[in-house]
């Protein structure tokens, strides 16, 4: 029986889907494999047993990726499991960065008791309005599963979009290597990057003194994409017009014209149920078969399900290794490197010598799958 301790609360439909063999538990310290959605677990105390970690999301800056790397514990995301609901509140955040909706809402309220409120409102309305996005340029950095999406809505909603990504060139979609073209030229500049050294805080004072007047910024990222006693300074000075941000704070809850939302992007039902189904099977498919799929620290390898007697997980960090593997257990083996890291599944009719599998040459870890 595998443990499966659940850091958050992950969807039912999708920890229904881990079956008899399983059984959830509250103790980190007795899990085979861990759910997690925003969680951190940078000071977790990891135990011996955890083979591997499943991020109900995209993002896994909660999660210390090289001390599992390290040990051989697989750390999974669930990549565009939530890009429509991402999408959709950033496309709400346009909205209400372009009409007073919320001022409007605000207004109606405090005059509710007021018996000639028809009439004031026809009165007040010129407070509240606002501009179209039609026809408006709007710069998506990180064309990733959500900035793809939103780029093909937002051109269907008439505005001119240009994608920046240097990992990535696409298309259907106009791009730039620049990210001062996306500066100089956009109306609505929206963030969907994960939180890396080089991405930290890369929406600073000189980024915002590259950007048109009156700009409209969105993170429903990660909040230190943005430098943010910057970002105040920016909008109080109306360089910046609103920051439309997804991440309650201090900061963010005391700048002016910032519309904050507390976290909420992934937040539908739609979204937690995918994300919960893609994490459980990801699991599922490594503890069972030791298939990688989506990790972000480790290859893809995925060999099927075992047809042999013996199927061995093997961990190393030296390129050459899959070299010295095949040499010692036959060509029945697949494996890759990602970065500094690499894994191989190798299928056997009958077990090996274990401890020569150890010794090839940069192996750290071995897991016998099935056998
Ligand atoms: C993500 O990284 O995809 C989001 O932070 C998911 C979430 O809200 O849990």
Redesign the pocket.
């Known amino acids: 029986m595998k443990k499966v301790c659940c850091l958050n609360n992950i969807s039912s439909k999708g920890t229904d889907l881990l079956g008899e063999e399983y059984v959830l538990t509250d103790e980190l310290a007795e899990a085979d494999a861990v759910l997690v959605?925003?969680a951190s677990m940078h000071e977790a105390e990891l135990p011996e047993s955890l083979l591997a970690i499943a991020?109900?999301?995209?993002?896994v800056n909660n999660i210390p990726l090289e001390k599992c790397a390290e040990r051989g514990i697989v750390v999974f995301n669930?990549p565009g499991a939530?890009a429509n609901a991402?999408k959709e509140l950033v496309l709400a955040g346009m909205l209400l960065a372009s009409r007073d909706i919320i001022g409007g809402v605000e207004w109606g309220r405090a005059n509710r008791e007021n018996p000639d409120v028809s009439k004031a409102a026809e009165k007040e309305k010129k407070k509240f309005a606002g501009c179209e996005i039609a026809g408006k340029t709007l710069g998506i950095i990180g064309l990733g599963a959500i900035g793809y999406k939103l780029a093909k809505t937002a051109e269907a909603l008439g505005m001119q979009v240009l994608g920046y990504d240097p990992y990535l060139d696409l298309q259907d979609v106009k791009m730039t290597k620049n990210l001062d073209d996306i500066f100089a030229v956009s109306d609505y500049i929206t963030l969907h990057v994960p939180l890396l050294p080089d991405t930290r805080e890369m929406i600073d004072a000189a980024a915002i003194a590259k950007m048109k007047d009156g700009v409209v910024i969105l993170n429903y990222a990660r909040d230190l994409l943005v430098q943010e006693a910057d970002l105040a300074e920016a909008l109080k000075s109306g360089k910046v017009k609103r920051y439309l941000c997804d991440f309650a704070n201090p900061n963010t809850l005391a700048m002016e014209n910032c519309i904050v939302t507390p976290?909420l992007?992934?937040?539908t039902e739609e979204s937690e149920e995918n994300?919960a189904v893609m994490a459980v099977e990801e699991i599922r498919n490594y503890v069972e078969n030791g298939n990688i799929i989506n990790s972000v620290t480790f290859p893809r390898v995925d060999k099927g399900v075992p047809a042999k007697a013996v199927r061995l997980g093997i961990f190393y960090k030296d390129t050459d290794a899959l070299e010295g593997l095949k040499a010692l257990l036959g060509d029945d083996i697949l494996g890759g490197m990602r970065g500094a890291y690499g894994y191989a599944v190798a299928d056997l009719d009958e077990s090996a010598d274990y401890d020569a599998v150890k010794a090839v040459s940069g192996v750290y870890r071995v897991r016998v799958v099935r056998g």
């Open positions: 959605r925003s991020r109900a999301g995209a993002g669930a939530n991402v976290h992007g992934a937040s994300c």
